[in-house]
Every structure is written in structure tokens, then in C-alpha cells.
């Protein structure tokens, strides 16, 4: 069972440069969402879904696009690099849209903008 | 809007010593709690949870009581190891069902 998959596990990228972050999950998991982790702020949402064709905005969603055309993927999109972007992105899941159960993580993708 | 305070760290103890990791919440309603942790260059996992007042959620050793009162799931254990060390994240999963909200994250360095 693979559970979260993200890729890549690593990136560089130049200011200004296009990429998309993937995100996939094979449990049939209703919500799923993206977090950034940067030293001394802790875990910040990005976007979330709560099902295929919804999507809505976390706490930091600027410079960030997502879409969730199937259950599986949620793709997370940088359409413009900043050097402000350079953080490590972890994928979660969680298999209903209730507030009790757990969320399942990805081992995350550290990017680095230059 | 919902947020979580968690005590600064790095935390380091000798091996067999007493842990406690404080975590207090702001949050409409009656929200979820949990304790994830992260082990080096992995990501997060569930460590325990809290779905409603006096609740005590346990596992590995460790335990946390659902505090409505204080606002507060405190995380403990009786005796650390050293395969203990990892950083500790308290969180809050709100009634809305669609947000969790992280602490910042303890560090915690378990010495032989």
C-alpha cells in the first residue's frame, strides 16, 4: 500500500520558473490538501479539497495553484517562483470529510528557489 | 480564527526521563485534537488523538487528556528513549471538518 506519494522528493528552481508539485493517494481518500513547513512557523495550509472538482484556499495560498480532477491527484502548481517559495511541501490526506479522523502524509518535497 | 501554542523548544532529556510537551488551543466549537510526529527527513505521522472533552488519547507510551477547561492537550510520557527523539506537532482539527491547524512544533533530542 503506497499510501501519500509526492514528487519530487527534490527541487531547484530559479526565480521566476514554472513547476508543479505532484501529489497522489490510492485510498480512496475524500479530503486531501497542502501544507508548507518553514523553521519556527510550523505546518501552514496552502489549498485544500474535499472531493474531486472542490478546492478552496488555506492560510497561505498566494502564488500557489491547485485543481482535483480525480480522487487520487492534487497537483499543486507554482506559477511564478519566489524565493519566499523555498520551503518543504508535504501532501496530506484523510479518508472523510470529518474533523476527527487523521490525516495521512506524503515524505514531502523540498524546494529551493534561487 | 483557530490556532495552537505550543511550548519553544529544542527539548532535550536523558533517556528515561519524565516528558511533557505543553499545547494550548483557540477554537470555536468543539474541535478535534492529535499529536503528530515527525522522525528526520520524514513526514508527519499520527501519534494520538482527542475527539471530545476528557478524552484521553495513548499510544507508544505517550498520552494527552482533552482539557475543554484550559484549552489544553499536554502531551506526556513516563519514560523517553532515545528512539524517541523526533520534533512533536500538537494540532487542531476544526468543526468545519475542513482545516487543521499545527502548533510550530517541539524538538525533542533524548540523550543515552
Known amino acids: 500500500n503506497a499510501g501519500v506519494t509526492q514528487t519530487p522528493k527534490f527541487q531547484v528552481l530559479k526565480t521566476g520558473q514554472s513547476m508543479t508539485l505532484q501529489c497522489a493517494q490510492d485510498m480512496n481518500h475524500e479530503y486531501m490538501s497542502w501544507y508548507r513547513q518553514d523553521p519556527g512557523m510550523g505546518l501552514r495550509l496552502i489549498h485544500y479539497?474535499?472531493?474531486?472538482?472542490?478546492?478552496d484556499q488555506g492560510e497561505v495560498p498566494n502564488g500557489y495553484n491547485v485543481s482535483r480532477s480525480t480522487t487520487e491527484d492534487f497537483p499543486l502548481r507554482l506559477l511564478s517562483a519566489a524565493p519566499s517559495q523555498t520551503s518543504v511541501y508535504f501532501c496530506?490526506?484523510?479518508?472523510?470529510?470529518?474533523?476527527?479522523?487523521?490525516?495521512?502524509f506524503g515524505e514531502g518535497s523540498r524546494l529551493t528557489v534561487l | 480564527g483557530d490556532s495552537v501554542t505550543q511550548m519553544e523548544g529544542p527539548v532535550t532529556l536523558s533517556e528515561e526521563a519524565f516528558l511533557t510537551i505543553n499545547c494550548t488551543y483557540t477554537a470555536t466549537g468543539y474541535p478535534s485534537l492529535f499529536w503528530y510526529v515527525q522522525y528526520p527527513g520524514e513526514g508527519l505521522q499520527l501519534l494520538l488523538k482527542a475527539t471530545k472533552a476528557d478524552d484521553k488519547g495513548s499510544n507508544k507510551g505517550f498520552e494527552a487528556t482533552y482539557r475543554k477547561e484550559t484549552t489544553s492537550f499536554h502531551l506526556e510520557k513516563g519514560s523517553v528513549q532515545v528512539s524517541d527523539s523526533a520534533v512533536y506537532f500538537c494540532?487542531?482539527?476544526?468543526?468545519?471538518?475542513?482545516?487543521?491547524?499545527f502548533g510550530t512544533g517541539t524538538k525533542l533530542q533524548v540523550i543515552p
Open positions: 494540532a487542531l482539527s476544526d468543526q468545519s471538518y475542513q482545516k487543521v491547524t
Open positions: 496530506a490526506s484523510r479518508r472523510t470529510v470529518t474533523n476527527t479522523g487523521e490525516l495521512f
Open positions: 479539497s474535499v472531493g474531486a472538482g472542490i478546492t
